[in-house]
């Protein structure tokens, strides 16, 4: 006999084994369900993030560098940050005027506002004073009218672009273009609807957005923080040698000396890549931990029923034994056995993952790819390959004769 036809008569008697055992193979199962539970759920919820990073990111472009107070990762002492002044429209200006030509550069500031029209209300909203610019800056796409214009900016005028959310609530039956809403104490008229941009890491809402010129929201929000410069090089590959470059020319605009420290920070959406990327592979190693005790504890689980087995089948194995089955056949039929049992195991914890991915969705993106699914139904063989081994090895081993004579 063949291996092939060996696979096939394992996988007979090991389904019919498996059907006269239903209860002890289900509950036997429970550690792999658990496991492949844990490691899919984990793994559709990295996926998500990161197919929703990578979307958020890529209108963008990773060739952005944003200068402000604050650096966004690092191990400066916040004390030494915190005295650091703030970055101001006129420091912008003056970063713009001296800025090289290629680079594409806006002014920025971000708050929360809420917004009325009528009687219905936005709260939340995302308000970003910003110039020109920004659709080039932050890869923004206007649907209807215009974005903001340099006359608009520069004569602080009281307009604004809202987001496709913002524009479907406010005007379901469209015309938001050239309609007022209200924003703090003034009215705004609205020049531009944005098209849909979706979550920014599935959490954000992108769509519930308002930009207005930020000369504007410097004189209607005196109470406002200072502003980022935003800088866009045009190529990734110019990175590195534009941010010496703009480091420079802010420094100059800050009138720091050769031997002082920088009093800003220059950040961009690479090392944003990398922190999430390791923070990725810490979750990753977490999970896979969690996983692996519970695969164990299953496979322990899976082992002790395969032992059973073999005790309860010894004159089953004597007789195939004395009619010339050989080691290798009994050694895989056992495997098969303890694989199968193990991958039933692993098929029902894909269904149940599948189904909890619908509420994950609720509160993180959630993506379940092929490769996670193969990559979960190979833990689960391999679990009852490795489980099942010693008792497929003590089975094999049997001597015919003691084996028939067992009770």
Same mark, same amino acid.
């Given at each position: ?30 550690? &792999? =369900? ?17 197919? $929703? ?10 060739? =952005? ?39 594409? !550069?806006?002014?920025? /500031? ?15 909203? &995302? ?25 608009? !900016? ?7 672009? !809202? ?12 015309? $938001? ?32 957005? $308002? ?69 990725? /592979?810490? &979750? ?47 050694? =895989? ?17 894909? =269904? ?56």
């Amino acid at each position: 006999m063949n291996l092939f036809a060996e696979i096939r008569e394992g996988l007979r008697i090991s389904l019919g084994t498996i059907r006269a055992n239903k209860m002890r193979a289900g509950l036997t199962t429970l550690g &792999i =369900v658990i496991g492949i539970v844990t490691v899919t759920l984990m793994g559709t919820v990295i996926e998500g993030l990161s197919r $929703a990073f990578l979307t958020s990111i890529s209108a963008v472009g990773t060739d =952005v560098l944003y200068i402000q107070r604050f650096p966004w990762f690092g191990d400066e002492p916040w004390w030494k940050i915190r005295k650091r002044p703030d970055i101001f429209i006129p420091d912008g200006q003056a970063f713009i005027r001296q800025s090289n030509p290629a680079w594409t !550069v806006t002014l920025e /500031s971000v708050g929360i506002r809420t917004l009325q029209h009528g009687r219905d209300v936005a709260t939340g909203v &995302i308000m970003v004073g910003t110039t020109e610019n920004a659709t080039i800056t932050g890869g923004l796409t206007v649907k209807e009218g215009h974005f903001l214009s340099a006359g608009e !900016v520069d004569g602080s005028r009281p307009v604004c672009v !809202v987001g496709a959310e913002i524009a479907t609530n406010f005007f379901p039956r469209g015309g $938001a273009v050239g309609s007022r809403i209200r924003i703090g104490d003034a009215n705004y008229e609205v020049v531009g609807v944005l098209e849909k941009r979706g979550k920014f890491l599935g959490l954000e809402n992108l769509d519930n957005t $308002a930009f207005i010129p930020i000369s504007r929201l410097a004189r209607e929000f005196t109470f406002w923080s200072g502003i980022r410069v935003v800088v866009k090089v045009g190529k990734l590959s110019k990175l590195e040698d534009s941010k010496d470059e703009v480091r420079s020319v802010m420094r100059r605009v800050r009138r720091l000396s050769p031997g002082d420290e920088d009093d800003f920070s220059i950040n961009s959406l690479e090392a944003f890549i990398k922190t999430f990327n390791r923070m990725g /592979s810490v &979750i990753a190693g977490v999970g896979f931990f969690i996983t692996g005790l519970s695969l164990f504890v299953g496979g322990i689980g899976i082992m002790n029923i395969m032992f059973v087995s073999v005790a309860e089948r010894t004159r089953e194995i004597g007789i195939r034994k004395a009619v010339g089955a050989k080691r290798r056949t009994i050694l =895989v039929q056992f495997l098969i056995e303890a694989a199968t049992i193990c991958l039933l195991g692993g098929l029902i914890g894909l =269904v149940l993952a599948w189904l909890a991915t619908f509420g994950v969705n609720y509160f993180l993106p959630a993506w379940m790819s092929l490769p996670m699914v193969g990559i979960a139904l190979l833990m689960s063989i391999l679990t009852g390959v490795v489980a099942g081994l010693l008792p497929a090895w003590r089975a094999a081993r049997m001597n015919p004769v003691d084996a028939l004579r067992s009770e």
